[in-house]
């Protein structure tokens, strides 16, 4: 079995502009987080997929692989799938390009789910953490996730799932970005339009379910570190400084 790593690296972001070319102690963040794809030593290659010339030359000037995108793409994932035709894999893994703390036991977690599928019953899986805290069940920014008795998941939102009718918070899980997918399933998601549930919560995952994909959610107890905001570039040269010393 194949599997590729695609990390999607747009430019523009609105809440922090640029960020993945940000220095991050010697080396952009784009370029740690392909880094650390490749060191984990689960992939057979490693792409980086942007829009810009910068983050493309950023790459390719250190010796890696970049691939230039169209720039009107409306998540990470349609980014990843215009080039998921051309590239000989059985899996993709979608990394985040913000993400240079990535955990490899997380990714061969992904990885090990195709593995054991047999039947090819999934299409997709995915990550999820669960939720300790009421504040961070109710913060719209956490994507929260339900899922059956196998694991699938139901659905997606922004809002507090499964909500608590007796006001006494209980067991959730919050999505995590991570995807990795069938090639066949993702080459199917790139001809499809947003859909309906997808515009309202601005979630991309609501377009895999509203179309009939099977996504396999996996549990894990690691806390990725995402870089949104100045804030977190910070906490994170901060993190890289503690690890040096250590």
Not at 57 to 77: C, D, V, W, Y
Not at 137 to 145: A, E, I, R, T
Not at 166 to 175: G, I, L, P, S, V
Request: glycine share 4%.
């Amino acid at each position: 079995m194949k599997v590729v790593a695609l990390i999607p690296a747009r430019y523009a972001s609105e809440r922090f502009p640029g960020k993945l070319l940000k220095d991050l102690n010697g080396k952009s963040v784009i370029l740690r987080t392909y880094e650390a794809a490749v060191n984990s030593h689960l992939f057979q290659e490693v792409y980086v997929i942007t829009d810009h010339q910068d983050i493309f030359n950023e790459i390719q000037n250190s010796g890696g692989k970049a691939l230039m995108s169209r720039k009107n793409h409306p998540s990470g994932t349609d980014r990843i799938a215009e080039f998921a035709p051309n590239i000989d894999a059985d899996i993709f893994i979608n990394i985040q390009g913000d993400e240079p703390f990535i955990d490899p036991e997380q990714l061969a977690s992904l990885i090990e789910v195709f593995k054991n599928d047999s039947s090819s019953a999934i299409d997709i899986a995915s990550l999820m953490i669960k939720i300790k805290d009421e504040n961070q069940f109710n913060n719209p920014n956490n994507v929260k996730v339900v899922f059956d008795k196998n694991n699938f998941a139901l659905y997606f939102s922004r809002a507090p799932i499964p909500y608590p009718r007796n006001n006494r918070f209980q067991e959730a899980y919050k999505h995590i970005g991570v995807y990795a997918f069938r090639k066949s399933a993702l080459i199917k998601i790139a001809r499809l339009q947003e859909s309906s549930l997808e515009k309202i919560e601005k979630l991309e995952n609501l377009r895999f379910l509203e179309n009939g994909f099977s996504i396999k959610m996996v549990a894990t107890e690691h806390i990725n570190f995402g870089i949104d905001t100045q804030d977190d570039l910070q906490e994170a040269i901060e993190f890289l400084k503690n690890q040096k010393n250590d």
